[in-house]
């Protein structure tokens, strides 16, 4: 189904991450008309580098990204299922 909608959209080519090819940004539909396209290219670019710095790992800053998350959460489902082990063989003797 195609609808008859106009919208306007940003596309970032050179994302400079090794995993995307490249962004497409809708513009918001309550954004002032006149915005250049320089100025929502910037704005488009300053949040893919805020994205891929996210991502980034950095062990100095003792930050949490995503892969200590993930470590923290399989480690805790392991406690709690050996807690739970622990607990059913000891209900049983």
Do not use: W
């Amino acid at each position: 189904m195609v609808k008859g909608i106009t919208r306007r959209i940003v596309e970032i080519k050179e994302t400079g991450s090794g995993y995307f090819e490249r962004a497409i940004f809708f513009v918001r539909m309550d954004a002032p008309q006149n915005l250049t396209e320089s100025t929502l290219t910037k704005e488009a670019s300053h949040i893919i580098d805020r994205f891929c710095n996210d991502l980034k790992f950095d062990r100095n800053t003792k930050k949490y990204k995503a892969l200590d998350i993930l470590k923290l959460m399989a480690a805790a489902v392991g406690g709690a299922l050996a807690a739970f082990i622990i607990l059913k063989f000891a209900i049983m003797l």
